[in-house]
């Protein structure tokens, strides 16, 4: 290979390293323009709700004990019967638990940004069994051989943010309604709501029905806790691409263009909400947010993260192009100076700040396609020149609008996205072997067309 083709690689190479510099900024941009995105969210969440985390309802009974002890008394050399008390609270949480959330979202604008917000009905269902209740009961008179009382029962919802709770809960307590208030009691997790509820009997089994129903709202993010022994949420709303998330995925879920349909069904096995019941039975910790299941009601592939993926392919095609460059060079002996390789990699590099800039104020679909037609129509002009045919410009302009036509299906995709660009490249690497494979590199020699030649076939 001659000194002069050498370098020239090495030149086209450099330039190419060079390119790379402002596809990173444009990435930095990219994740600039996230971060006022993020802020937004923050934001919005100050002034609207948050991200929800419902769980309950949780029956709140406190108790106390009443019972003799001896103590030696050393004056009188004897022991005395000293009267005392033990108190504290039992948590009981339902026997079986049906939820079910219907949600409606919406956005909310700031800017360009927009957020997704929800507003919708949560139902709860099911029933109390007094059995723990009469166990813990027996252990502790067996215990302290004294005789236990239980006090004012409460039945408590903990809320992460109260702001989504617009209204009074519709709630029933053995058939009869009961009113709710303000906090949830519990002092390690204040936040939520309580309501005062008859109590157990103390002698024999029973069971206790309840349902509620309360307006919720919040963003983003819905998580439901399974808190009964046997829980069955579902979950309704008209978003079309949820993110599962949570200790559990669904058992069953259905999703279209309309929306989704889900639903999480655990045992106690399954459950184990032992641990985190005991401390928050002490006032230690009352935090059943690892044990939630929900939704996150996020677009999976949104303006940023598509044009993030598609600046991630930028050196792929500016590799490409220049490559395409150096086969007409050396297949059709002309000439490219480095400052029109250069030229054109700029072009190609700056197709993605337009599509960011255009995709804030437009779907970005139209983006893609106004930031394509712009490129793909600069280049077909510029190159008419480079390579002295307008042919040869056009066909270069529809070749690289193809390519990213099956760019933006790369980045569209949610599954396919890895096993799309694995071939592109594949493909781009069988096209340069197959089109040089009989080309000599040993005695590779390019020679300069006559311009004014050139020009007058072109005429």
């Known amino acids: 290979m001659s000194k002069k083709i050498t370098l020239k690689l090495i030149i086209i190479g450099f330039l190419g390293l060079l390119l790379w510099i402002p596809l990173l900024l444009e990435q930095g941009v990219v994740y600039e323009r996230m971060s006022y995105r993020d802020q937004v969210v923050r934001d919005i969440a100050s002034k ?7 769980t309950g309802p949780i029956a709140i009974i406190p108790w ?6 001896k103590q030696w008394h050393e004056e009188s050399k004897s022991h ?3 009267n ?3 108190s504290g609270q039992y948590l009981l949480l339902p026997s079986h638990l049906q939820s079910h959330a219907e949600i409606m979202n919406d956005t909310r604008s700031r800017g360009i940004y927009q957020i997704p917000v929800y507003s919708g009905q949560l139902k ?4 109390f069994s007094n059995s723990k209740l009469l166990k813990h009961k027996q252990q502790l008179e067996a215990k302290y051989k004294g005789q236990l009382s239980w006090g004012q029962a409460r039945v408590a919802i903990l809320i992460s943010d109260m702001r989504g709770i617009i209204s009074e809960p ?3 307590w053995r058939n009869k309604a009961i009113k709710f208030s303000a906090g949830s009691t519990l002092k390690s997790q204040a936040q939520g709501i309580h309501a005062e509820v008859p109590g157990w009997s103390d002698s024999q089994s029973e069971e ?3 349902s509620i129903a309360m307006p919720v709202k919040g963003m983003e993010r819905l998580l439901l806790t399974p808190s009964g022994d046997n829980s069955d949420i ?3 709303s008209d978003w079309p691409h949820p993110s599962f998330t949570g200790r559990h995925l669904p058992s069953n879920y259905e999703i279209s263009e309309s929306g989704f349909n889900a639903n999480w069904s655990t045992s106690p096995f399954s459950a184990d909400l032992k641990s985190i019941l005991k401390e928050c039975q002490n006032n230690n910790y009352c935090d059943f947010s690892g044990h939630s299941v929900g939704t996150e009601f996020i677009d999976p592939v949104d303006m940023y993260s598509q044009a993030e993926r598609s600046i991630k392919y930028g050196l792929l095609f500016i590799a490409v192009t220049f490559m395409l460059f150096f086969l007409f060079e050396v297949l059709k002996e002309l000439q490219i100076h480095p400052i029109q390789y250069g030229m054109v990699g700029m072009a190609l590099a700056l197709f993605y700040l337009l599509l960011v800039s255009l995709s804030e104020h437009i779907p970005f679909l139209g983006a893609y396609v106004i930031a394509t037609i712009a490129c793909c129509g600069l280049l077909g002009i510029y190159l008419s020149s480079v390579l002295r045919s307008k042919q040869r410009g056009a066909w270069f302009a529809v070749g690289l609008g193809l390519l990213y036509s099956l760019l933006y299906m790369i980045i569209s995709s949610e599954d396919f996205a890895l096993l799309m660009g694995s071939i592109l490249i594949f493909s781009t690497l069988a096209v340069s072997m197959l089109t040089t494979r009989k080309v000599d590199w040993y005695n590779l020699k390019t020679q300069a067309k006559n311009p004014q030649k050139d020009i007058d076939q072109t005429a």
């Open 48 to 54: 609207w709700t948050g991200q929800q985390t419902i």
């Open 64 to 69: 106390q004990l009443a019972y003799t002890e």
């Open 80 to 82: 005395r019967i000293i």
């Open 84 to 86: 005392k008390k033990r």
């Open 124 to 127: 709860m269902e099911g029933r």
């Open 170 to 172: 519709e709630s029933l």
């Open 208 to 210: 206790t029905t309840f």
């Open 234 to 236: 579902t979950m309704t």
